[in-house]
């Protein structure tokens, strides 16, 4: 007799959260756990801008003018993606960022859970504007994790070190309202619709277990087979 084996449904994931919240470290890590595809539109946006494509060019234009690129141009960049991963797991970050993305990517697909890190605003405030760094080497210092010997000095050089523009108070408070204006509907959208799971926390390592106990109910961990294997 043939074991018939069942093969478990694709997921379909997304994951939210505001700047500094936390999400590249948590999507490097359900990607080495469950082994989805990770679908970045950030990254995607770069890579169309530095290859010059048509999409990159427009998105280029709005992006230089200071504004927002407009729903229909992401929508088409990421559903295009997407269609190639059909065949695969995979989790989308930074799309959708508004109501009319979210129903346009609804119609072309079913999407099963949408992980939202909710990390209060003030402890976002304390972690990004703790960012210094030492321009003509790049060296990046956390006055919080990993600060300077010397308070605003390059361990190295003794050069003086400079906050980049996107971490200063005033700047992170912008985009943390921005994200909020822009994105709260979208939670909402997926809150209604029974899809939405907020991990709330202040520290990364403390939220990932949650969020790993609850992948682990959708997917297996891959990186157990992958240690398992003889080497």
Same mark, same amino acid.
């Given at each position: 007799?043939? !074991? !018939?084996?069942?093969?478990?449904?694709?997921?379909?994931?997304?994951?939210?959260? $505001?700047?500094?919240?936390?999400?590249?470290?948590?999507?490097?890590?359900?990607?080495?756990? &469950?082994?989805?595809?990770?679908?970045? !539109?950030? =990254?995607?946006?770069?890579?169309?801008?530095?290859?010059?494509?048509?999409?990159?060019?427009?998105?280029?234009?709005?992006?230089?003018?200071?504004?927002?690129?407009?729903? #229909?141009?992401?929508?088409?960049?990421?559903?295009?993606?997407?269609?190639?991963?059909?065949?695969?797991?995979?989790?989308?970050? +930074? &799309?959708?960022?508004?109501?009319?993305?979210?129903?346009?990517?609804?119609?072309? /697909? #079913?999407? =099963?859970?949408?992980?939202?890190?909710?990390? @209060?605003?003030?402890?976002?405030? /304390?972690?990004?504007?703790?960012? %210094?760094? #030492?321009?003509?080497? *790049?060296?990046?210092?956390?006055?919080? &994790?990993?600060? $300077?010997?010397?308070? *605003?000095?390059?361990?190295?050089? +003794?050069?003086?070190?400079?906050?980049? =523009?996107?971490?200063? $108070?005033?700047?992170?408070?912008?985009?943390?309202?921005?994200?909020?204006?822009?994105?709260? @509907?979208?939670?909402?959208?997926?809150?209604?619709?029974?899809?939405?799971?907020? &991990?709330?926390?202040?520290?990364?390592?403390?939220? %990932?277990?949650?969020?790993?106990?609850?992948?682990?109910?959708?997917? @297996?961990?891959?990186?157990?087979? =992958?240690?398992?294997?003889?080497?």
């Amino acid at each position: 007799m043939g !074991s !018939s084996m069942v093969v478990p449904p694709l997921l379909r994931a997304v994951i939210m959260g $505001p700047p500094g919240s936390g999400k590249g470290t948590v999507s490097a890590r359900i990607i080495k756990h &469950f082994g989805v595809k990770h679908l970045s !539109s950030g =990254d995607l946006l770069r890579d169309n801008m530095q290859k010059k494509t048509e999409v990159g060019i427009l998105a280029k234009s709005y992006i230089d003018q200071g504004q927002l690129i407009p729903d #229909h141009i992401m929508t088409q960049l990421m559903l295009n993606e997407i269609k190639r991963l059909d065949q695969h797991n995979w989790l989308l970050d +930074g &799309f959708p960022r508004t109501v009319a993305q979210a129903e346009a990517l609804d119609k072309e /697909c #079913h999407i =099963d859970t949408v992980i939202d890190l909710d990390v @209060p605003f003030e402890t976002i405030k /304390c972690r990004l504007t703790a960012r %210094w760094i #030492h321009p003509a080497s *790049g060296r990046v210092y956390n006055l919080e &994790f990993s600060p $300077p010997k010397v308070k *605003g000095i390059d361990d190295i050089t +003794g050069e003086p070190l400079v906050q980049r =523009d996107d971490d200063k $108070p005033e700047t992170v408070s912008k985009r943390l309202q921005a994200y909020d204006a822009q994105t709260k @509907p979208v939670l909402e959208y997926y809150r209604k619709k029974g899809l939405l799971k907020s &991990f709330s926390g202040t520290e990364t390592n403390k939220i %990932w277990p949650h969020i790993y106990a609850f992948l682990q109910t959708k997917l @297996p961990d891959v990186s157990q087979k =992958d240690a398992a294997k003889p080497r």
